[in-house]
């Protein structure tokens, strides 16, 4: 399972296989109606299949890891970048092990 914090909105957000489930940092409570399936979901981009991990690039945007590739999401306009997704290699991310 992979976290995903979105310092917007005070909000974790779980993703495990197809679905998400998301967490009120303030109220310490799991928000109702989830979990949640991704594709059914805003989340316009993102692997709907499931994620494998997930990580901030910065304050406002989010790299999600799927396979052998990964897309790089606008938490300003909760979309995918333009271009996405990309493969995972040595171009997109040189010096990493696992980039092949």
């Known amino acids: 399972m992979c976290v995903q914090l979105n310092q917007l ?12 489930t998301r967490f009120d940092v303030k109220k310490q409570t799991m928000d ?4 949640r399936m991704i594709a059914l979901a805003n989340w316009q981009g993102v692997f709907s299949q ?5 990580c901030h690039l ?4 989010v790299v999600f890891f799927a396979g052998s590739e990964f897309v790089k999401y606008d ?3 909760e979309k ?3 271009g996405y997704p990309k493969k995972i290699d040595q ?3 040189p010096g990493l092990s696992f980039a092949k």
């Open 75 to 77: 938490l300003l306009t």
């Open 80 to 82: 995918a970048l333009p």
């Open 32 to 35: 109702t109606g989830y979990p």
């Open 91 to 93: 171009e997109s991310w």
């Open 58 to 61: 910065d304050k406002e945007t």
């Open 50 to 54: 499931g994620v494998d991990s997930a």
């Open 9 to 20: 909105t005070g909000k974790l957000y779980f993703f495990s296989g197809s679905s998400y």
